[in-house]
C-alpha cells in the first residue's frame, strides 16, 4: 500500500468511529506500521500484516476506547503485545499517561523502540507478568484505567485488571462477539474483586461485518490482597470455576 493510500484509508476510517486525525499523527501510524511488519520478521508480533487490515483491526480498534477515558488519566495496557491498543491511544490521546505491560521482554524492547521513533512521550513499555506486576504497591490500584485485548476470558481478565486500577477507576475490556455468556460467568469474579459491571457497548468496525463488545467494569471497592493469585492461576483455576468466597 503506498503511503497516500495509507493516509487516505487511515483517515477515513477514524472519521467514521468519530476521531479526527491530523497529519503528524498519520505519519506516525505509517511509522508504526513500518516498524511493526519490519520487526515482525525476526520476532512473533502479529500474524495481521496487509496494511489495510493493520489499519482497520489494530489501529481503528484500538482507538474505540478513547471516548471512555477522562482528560489527563493514567493507564495501563496489560498483555500490550506489539502495543494495541496502548501505542494507538497514545498517538491520538497526548494528554493520557500510559503503562504497557509484558511478559515477553522482546516485545517491550520493540515498543522501546517505537516509543523513541515516534517521539511519543508520557508513556514506557514494562517487562513483567501482571501477577508479579499487581502485587508491587507502587502500582497496585494505581491506574485510573486498566484495559487489555484479546488477553483471557472476563474471569481471568478481571484478575488480571481489576487490583490495578484505583477506587472508582474503570477497567475497559475489549472483547469480541458473543460475550453474553462470558459475562454471565464473570459476574462472581467481578464480584468478589471489587467491580461492577457499569455498561457493556457493542458495535461493529467501520465497513465491515466485524463485531465488537467494550465492557466497562467500575472499580466499587478495594481487591482483596490475595489477588492476582501466583503466575498462572487466575487462567487455570478462574474465580467462576472454584469456590472462592470474598
Known sequence: ML?????????GYARQIEILLDEEQIYQFYHYMQLLLAWNEKINLTAIVEPEEIILKHYIDSMTIAKYIKKNAKLIDVGTGAGFPGIPLKIIRKDIEITLLDSLNKRIVFLQEVIQQLNLSKIDGVHSRIEEFGKNK?????FDYAT????????????????????????????????????????????????NVEKIDS?????????????????????????????????????HASNFSS
Open 138 to 142: 507502587r502500582y497496585r490500584e494505581a
Open 148 to 195: 487489555s485485548r484479546a488477553v483471557a476470558n472476563l474471569s481471568t481478565l478481571s484478575e488480571y485488571l481489576i487490583p490495578m486500577v484505583k477506587l472508582n477507576g474503570a477497567c475497559i475490556c475489549m472483547k469480541g462477539p458473543n460475550i453474553q455468556e462470558e459475562i454471565k460467568q464473570s459476574k462472581k469474579a467481578i464480584s468478589i474483586l471489587g467491580g
Open 203 to 239: 458495535f461493529q468496525l467501520p465497513t465491515s461485518n466485524m463485531d465488537r463488545n467494550i465492557v466497562l467494569i467500575r472499580k466499587v471497592k478495594l481487591t482483596p490482597s490475595k489477588y492476582p493469585r501466583k503466575p498462572g492461576m487466575a487462567a487455570k483455576e478462574p474465580i
Open 3 to 11: 503511503k497516500e493510500e495509507f493516509f487516505e484509508k487511515i483517515k
